[in-house]
């Protein structure tokens, strides 16, 4: 990883609206703990133009009920609907061996074991049974999904840029 990868914007975040009349917004954390969102502030907008401070109220139906620095009426809360919230590479903690960022994964060239171009990753998907990864074959604008395990998955490389991948016969 070079250093300039350490200010890459990583999405952590994305606001669902406002809950309540106080200002509070309905955020969806990204984070593998959904409250620990508030320990990489401040987060900032997509587009660079927005920055808040976080504090957690507490988790609700599809989220979490958040006060962000700035925003005091129903009114700011709900302009703020799908604004996605990011934070620079560099504050994100290392990860262990075997996991990664999905921001990592997206766009890796992706072969097979025997070295054949499968496709690249279009995104990383889970809907609760476990990660998928969202593969565009090339020359297509179909993509496949493939489960995100050990077992058809044997390789990352992200020093190299591709994925080994060993999908199910039939798949691809």
């Given amino acids: 990883m070079t250093d300039s990868d350490d200010d890459t914007m990583i999405c952590?975040?994305?606001i669902a609206g406002a809950f309540g009349?106080?200002?509070?917004?309905?955020?969806?954390?990204f984070t593998a703990d959904p409250p620990d969102i508030a320990d990489y502030a401040p987060l900032v907008s997509e587009n660079g133009e927005m920055s808040f401070s976080v504090d957690v109220i507490g988790p609700i139906k599809n989220g979490l009920s958040v006060r962000?620095?700035?925003?005091?009426?129903?009114?700011?809360?709900?302009?703020?609907?799908?604004?996605r919230l990011c934070v620079p590479r560099s504050r994100l903690p290392a990860l262990p061996d075997d996991e990664f960022y999905h921001a990592d994964l997206i766009g890796l060239e992706?072969?097979?074991?025997?070295?054949t171009v499968l496709g690249v990753v279009?995104?990383?998907?889970?809907?609760g049974a476990g990660d998928l990864l969202e593969i565009a074959p090339p020359g297509t604008s179909e993509t496949v999904l493939v489960p995100f395990t050990r077992a058809e998955v044997p390789t990352v490389d992200l020093a190299a840029g591709r994925i080994v991948a060993d999908p199910p016969e039939?798949?691809?």
């Fill in 21 to 29: 009349v106080r200002g509070e917004v309905r955020l969806m954390s």
């Fill in 170 to 172: 039939g798949l691809l």
């Fill in 110 to 115: 992706v072969r097979d074991t025997g070295g």
């Fill in 68 to 83: 962000l620095g700035g925003v005091e009426t129903r009114e700011q809360a709900e302009a703020l609907r799908g604004v």
């Fill in 122 to 127: 279009k995104s990383v998907l889970n809907h």
């Fill in 12 to 14: 952590v975040g994305a």
